[in-house]
């Protein structure tokens, strides 16, 4: 058990809809980072957050946003969903440190988009 | 952060010991070594981490060439519970944001 918790853990939504996943960081963690991973491949980095500000985004469009809040719980917004957005969705949480950073990930949600 | 090889896909029979191999050869200076292994379905789960030295902790010992150009994760008695994709990731520990950048990874059977 990492202690980071993600909710909910299945969602079904229709095209064209928005949705918000959560994310709650393990105790004295103050980066939070979310990864998409498709079937059958392995977690791509959408983005990394740190005192509450974005700290680095990977190769994804700007429908996908996200917040950390004060005690660094986060949440993964996605607008105007499409198919190819149905995947199981990863946070990590991590202490970030100059000489390390390790990040520990949550179960996961699972987001089909129909 | 530099590419990595993996083997698709390995077996080992339980209790023996299972040694994954990783080829990083255009690893710099500062970049580390990580090793993540995820289970069906589950989040990807820590195991191990070096730059330069050998590391072991309670799951795993890792194992890096001396160039650094290749690793081995070695877990030394496998059991059926260590059935899981395993992802060899090496990265900067440096600049902004430090993301993981996942491969296809090894999937690892461990048989009865």
């Known amino acids: 058990e990492t202690g980071v918790t993600q909710s909910p853990t299945h969602l079904i939504k229709t095209r064209g809809q928005q949705v918000t996943l959560r994310c709650s960081s393990q105790s004295g963690h103050n980066t939070v980072s979310w990864y998409q991973q498709a079937l059958g491949q392995g977690p791509q980095f959408i983005f990394q957050?740190?005192?509450?500000?974005?700290?680095g985004r990977g190769n994804f469009p700007p429908r996908f946003s996200g917040l950390q809040f004060p005690n660094y719980s986060s949440e993964l917004n996605v607008n105007a969903l499409e198919p190819d957005d149905s995947a199981l969705y990863l946070c990590a949480s991590s202490f970030l440190d100059p000489l390390s950073e390790t990040q520990y990930f949550g179960p996961g949600t699972r987001l089909l988009v129909l | 952060d530099a590419k990595t090889t993996q083997p698709t896909s390995m077996d080992c029979a339980e209790g023996r010991a299972a040694n994954l191999p990783c080829n990083h050869s255009t690893i710099s200076g500062n970049e580390y070594v990580y090793w993540y292994r995820q289970i069906h379905s589950q989040g990807p789960q820590y195991i191990i981490h070096?730059?330069?030295n050998n590391e072991t902790n309670e799951m795993a010992s890792l194992i890096i060439t001396e160039d650094r150009k290749s690793s081995t994760l070695i877990l030394p008695h496998a059991t059926l519970r260590d059935t899981a994709v395993y992802y060899c990731?090496?990265?900067?520990?440096?600049?902004?944001?430090?993301?993981?950048?996942f491969g296809s990874g090894t999937q690892l059977t461990v048989l009865p």
């Open positions: 957050y740190y005192r509450e500000e974005e700290n």
């Open positions: 990731i090496v990265r900067f520990l440096s600049g902004s944001a430090r993301q993981l950048t």
């Open positions: 070096g730059l330069k």
